[in-house]
């Protein structure tokens, strides 16, 4: 129950940033945390920081009718506490540094976690309480703007999400579990200790220049541990070596636990094995290996124990000679050693970390009546112990503290000088000077960091942390700080000029808004007026010898068949349906055939009516009026059959062409079937050429008004239009395919209106003298008699 005191206000902070940061200003703490020991030293600017001074926490039985009692941890650890003297000598040694952070001194406040999750989170939460002891309006808000530690991953862990909430800027000297890295979930950790994904990728590399392929995996039971040793069997097996077995090292080093997972060695056979744990259980590990006279394994160790000086002792030798692993860099911090022995209680009465080590370090007592140990006398001397404490040939750890009090003092320093339109924040703004928040840590890097729609790309010839941002390119899109790669769209999206988000793509197609739609829409109307303009004109004047002469019947029947070729080309313009696909291309091959055969049967009329005046011959009763009819009736009717024959089987329908090259998606009629598609065309062809052949033939047949001359020259027309037409059809991109069609229509539809009939109201309009029986058959009598 010994973080019952923290627990509402915990619960109001996490879901403040849920509701409202109102709440923020009345979280208050049930019960003080000012029974924690802390060591603090004032300063304009505070330091926060977190040791495991303490390997564990003692906990007494709730009794539910009181207060836990204070909370007491045991276990000192010297290496630790170095760390924490490391802090506050480079803190000294900055505020001596008369060019970093001039005119202004660094403090601390330094609580110990005692290697405990729940009490980390207790400490984080001291360090972030503006005021103690209850008096006052208590405020959830802290008054340190950094924190250095915690030192283990999984203490890490819980103090990064809580510190997170505030952006408190997080940074730790020996947290090095890969998790730590997502900066979504921990978005104000940092490090200057590396992640294990380097460690292990080395470790990896170590199995397979040796060739080992069966492997035993030991892991503490903490993040560090099992995200490590998971990440190491994830990349041997990958190299094809097996994992004999995968052990969790208990925290409580059971006996009999600890037993079985060791003998697992034994029974699998392995040689060669990982210890991917913290020294204190590592250290248990071993010491159970060695009371079952474990011999002959090439253990495998991970940072946080290879350089260890208690697996180091003689009593360990004959199990762990021969050990492998990598260590972190070590380093000389000059001056360190004699400002670690300068430690005295009698000169820091007011730490209340400096007695527990004096006792743990000489085993006396300083004036505690319950201790058992015998009194201190005064005589203890630290240069005299060669302790791990003093030992500052292996500095390592201690470096990576060292380094961040200064990461830290540089980047203050940066923003005491920022000059403004220069700064780091929107708009090249600097902070205020007087009032620096957590989250103002100025970046010092090679490359920014490439926003989203961006990915990027290494320079060539420089470090990894030297980039280039590249725009994605059209069609990808990258929604994440510094993305490496940009990820495509799916089909039907597209990427928006910021290419951070994929939008739906526009969908194009020929509609009757757009400038050319509209064109086309009014040459067609136009076009379908004139014929009605022509019909008109022949309906006036029927009783006129050209009209009669001209079969007035087979004209009002090929103006019809005009006519609803300039309207087919209306169903090609507007979004594609099921209706209007199938309407589109049977329509306008129906249409066509019926102005041909019609156009077919007057020029085989005229070619047969003088062929009917040589001596003879009889050949006019076979091209009646009813032969005409089924000629016109047969010839259509092909065509009919062909369009029936394609809706029932294959019909057009609606088609998305999607590509990921274009930002639009073109809404086409997929013919269904390209063989019925070009059987319509193909057709329609034929007659063209049956009726151009004919008209030819009889083009210089005697008349004063031989039509068949000017069928001839239509059916020369359409025959071009039509063979141009199948190159630019296959060329034309998109919505142009279908202007190309209506084109086609239209420009054949005029090439008969105007050379078929023209003529015939040309004379019937500007020349009625020539509009007489005597006229037409003038020139025919007389070549005749000729």
């Known amino acids: 129950m010994a973080y019952s005191s923290v627990y509402v206000c915990v619960t109001v902070l996490f879901f403040s940033t849920l509701i409202s940061s109102q709440l923020l200003q009345t979280c208050r703490l049930i019960r003080s945390t000012s029974d924690l020991p802390v060591l603090t030293s004032e300063g304009d600017i505070t330091i926060g920081a977190l040791f495991s001074l303490h390997d564990t ?45 001039a005119n202004l001194t660094l403090g601390y406040k330094i609580y110990d976690s005692c290697s405990t999750p729940f009490h980390a989170l207790r400490t984080a939460l001291a360090l972030m309480n503006g005021n103690e002891g209850g008096t006052g309006k208590p405020e959830c808000r802290g008054r340190v703007p950094v924190v250095i530690g915690d030192g283990g991953s999984t203490l ?102 600890m037993f079985r997972i060791v003998k697992r060695i034994r029974e699998t056979g392995t040689r060669v094995v990982l ?41 360990f030798h004959s199990i762990l000679q021969g050990s492998m692993g990598y260590a972190i860099r070590r380093a000389d911090i000059p001056r360190l050693q004699p400002f670690l022995l300068r430690l005295h209680p009698s000169k820091y009465p007011q730490d209340p970390f400096v007695v527990q080590f004096w006792q743990e370090m000489f085993k006396c007592s300083l004036g505690t009546s319950t201790s058992i140990r015998p009194p201190c006398n005064g005589s203890e001397v630290l240069a005299n112990t060669g302790n791990i404490y003093s030992d500052v040939s292996q500095l390592r750890i201690s470096y990576n503290v060292y380094k961040a009090v200064y990461a830290i003092a540089h980047a203050l320093d940066s923003m005491l000088h ?16 007087s009032s620096i928040q957590p989250w103002q840590v100025p970046m010092s890097v090679c490359s920014t960091s490439c926003p989203p729609g961006t990915r990027k790309a290494t320079r060539p010839n420089f470090p990894l942390c030297c980039f280039d941002c590249i725009v994605c390119a059209a069609g990808e899109v990258s929604n994440q700080t510094d993305s490496l790669e940009c990820e495509k769209c799916l089909p039907e999206f597209w990427s928006n000029t910021r290419r951070d988000t994929c939008i739906p793509k526009l969908v ?13 829409l009014a040459v067609a109307v136009l076009g379908s007026c004139f014929t009605l303009a022509v019909a008109l004109i022949f309906v006036l004047k029927r009783h006129t010898p050209l009209v009669k002469a001209n079969n007035s019947e087979l004209s009002f029947l090929i103006l019809s068949s ?17 209706w209007s696909c199938g309407l589109r291309h049977t329509a306008f091959g129906i249409a ?65 062409l999607m590509t990921r090259e274009t930002a639009r998606i073109i809404l086409l009629c997929d013919v269904g079937s390209p063989l019925a598609f070009s059987l319509v065309l193909g057709y329609i062809g034929l007659l063209a050429a049956v009726c151009f052949l004919l008209a030819f033939f009889a083009r210089k047949l005697p008349d004063n008004f031989n039509e068949a001359k000017f069928i001839t020259f239509s059916m020369l027309i359409f025959c071009a239009v039509w063979i141009a037409f199948v190159p630019a059809y296959v060329s034309s991109p998109g919505k142009y395919t279908v202007a190309v069609e209506i084109f086609a229509i239209l420009a054949s539809s005029y090439g ?29 009598n007389s070549e005749r008699k000729y």
């Open 275 to 315: 210890v991917f744990a913290l020294e204190q259980d590592a250290r248990a590990l071993f010491w159970e290996a060695l009371q079952q006279n474990l011999t002959g394994i090439q253990w495998l160790a991970s940072e946080a124990w290879i350089t260890a000086a208690v697996l180091s002792t003689p009593e």
């Open 57 to 101: 926490v003692l906990e007494s039985p709730p009794s539910f009718t009181a207060e836990p009692h204070p909370t007491q941890c045991s276990g000192f650890n010297f290496r630790t506490f170095r760390w924490m003297q490391t802090m506050i000598f480079a803190i000294e040694e900055i505020n001596r540094d008369k060019r970093l952070l």
């Open 562 to 578: 005009l006519w609803l070729c300039f309207l087919c080309a209306l169903a090609f313009i507007g979004q594609p349906t099921s």
């Open 752 to 780: 008969l209106l105007l050379c078929i009939f023209t003529p015939k109201c040309y004379i019937i309009l500007l020349k009625p003298e020539k509009n007489t029986k005597r006229y037409l058959m003038s020139k025919s």
């Open 418 to 433: 920022c000059e403004p339109g220069k700064g780091p924040f929107v708009g090249g703004s600097c902070p205020n000077s």
């Open 508 to 520: 194009e197609f020929l509609s009757f808004n757009d400038t050319m739609g509209i064109t086309l």
């Open 592 to 656: 066509f055939s019926l102005c041909l055969s019609c156009i077919l049967g007057k020029t085989m009329v005229v070619l047969m009516a003088f062929r009917a005046t040589l001596p003879g011959t009889n050949v006019m009763k076979w091209f009646g009026p009813l032969q005409q009819r089924g000629i016109i009736f047969l010839c259509t009717a092909v065509q009919l059959v062909i369009c029936c024959t394609w809706l029932s089987v294959a019909p057009p329908v609606p088609r998305k």
């Open 156 to 257: 890490s862990l819980v103090v990064a999400r809580f510190l997170g909430v505030f952006h408190v800027p997080q940074v730790s000297y020996f947290s090095s579990c890969a998790c730590l890295s997502n900066k979504l979930e921990f978005p104000s950790f940092l490090r200057t200790m590396p992640s294990d994904f380097f460690q292990v990728d080395a470790l990896a590399q170590l199995v397979q220049h040796f060739g080992w392929s069966w492997l035993g995996t030991f892991a503490g039971d903490d993040a560090y541990g099992r995200g490590g040793a998971q990440i190491f069997n994830d990349e041997v097996t990958k190299l094809g070596a097996c994992i004999a077995f995968y052990e969790i090292i208990p925290k409580n080093h059971d006996q009999t636990e």
